[in-house]
T-cell receptor, first 114, second 116 residues
Framework: NAGVTQTPKFRILKIGQSMTLQCAQD?????MYWYRQDPGMGLKLIYY???????DKGEVPNGYNVSRSTTEDFPLRLELAAPSQTSVYFC?????????????FGPGTRLTVL | AQTVTQSQPEMSVQEAETVTLSCTYD???????LFWYKQPPSRQMILVIR??????QNATENRFSVNFQKAAKSFSLKISDSQLGDAAMYFC?????????????FGKGTKLTVNP
């Protein structure tokens, strides 16, 4: 299993540009999450999904959109990039009810908006 | 809303010594889970140890152990026989046991330096 994969690893955007951060998992997990990590800070939840077709806002959803058309994929869309969105973005997945209660994280995408 | 506080932005320890990282949290729930994640320079988030709030026994994983004080809402991580590979950011995280989404709330992290 590849686990949770994210593309791209790095990206530089200009203000006002748009892009999609890709996330995929091959563990058949129902739950998926997007977090952002600002310098010197912990991770904050942007959006999450408890299954295909179901998404909900987290703590910091403004400026982002998500969709979940399949169990495997959970892309994060930035429509009008702003410098405040410069951050490292992590995708994660988990399976409810598993004894270990663990979220599995992808390697992250470092995004810079100039 | 739940909050997690890590009051030590940075800690250092000598190789082979023991270090304790602090974490406190605020919640009105009685059933929840607590985690310590390690983030090395590679950025990968690695689960170090977990604790179920309904268990009184403190979790241990090899050189890593926790001191879980439910009444004080405290969840510290002890690293014994510290190794150079333990150098990383360490994040404390909280999750409700109920609610259906398994969302994690993270502290700001503690940067651990291991001196040879």
């Amino acid at each position: 299993n590849a686990g949770v994969t994210q593309t791209p690893k790095f990206r530089i955007l200009k203000i006002g540009q748009s892009m999609t951060l890709q996330c995929a998992q091959d563990m058949n997990h129902n739950y998926m999450y997007w977090y952002r990590q600002d310098p010197g800070m912990g991770l904050k939840l942007i959006y999450y999904s408890v299954g295909a077709g179901i998404t909900d806002k987290g703590e910091v959803p403004n400026g982002y959109n998500v969709s979940r058309s399949t169990t495997e994929d959970f892309p994060l869309r930035l429509e009008l990039a702003a410098p405040s969105q410069t951050s490292v973005y992590f995708c994660a997945s988990s399976n409810p009810g598993l004894a270990h209660h663990e979220q599995f994280f992808g390697p992250g995408t470092r995004l810079t908006v100039l | 809303a739940q909050t997690v506080t890590q009051s030590q932005p940075e800690m250092s320890v000598q190789e082979a010594e023991t270090v304790t990282l602090s974490c406190t949290y605020d919640t009105s729930e009685s059933d929840y889970y607590l985690f310590w994640y390690k983030q090395p320079p590679s950025r990968q988030m690695i689960l170090v140890i977990r604790q179920e709030a309904y268990k009184q026994q403190n979790a241990t994983e090899n050189r890593f152990s926790v001191n879980f004080q439910k009444a004080a809402k405290s969840f510290s991580l002890k690293i014994s026989d510290s190794q150079l590979g333990d150098a990383a950011m360490y994040f404390c995280a909280y999750r409700n046991a109920q609610g259906g989404s398994e969302k994690l709330v993270f502290g700001k992290g503690t940067k651990l330096t291991v001196n040879p």
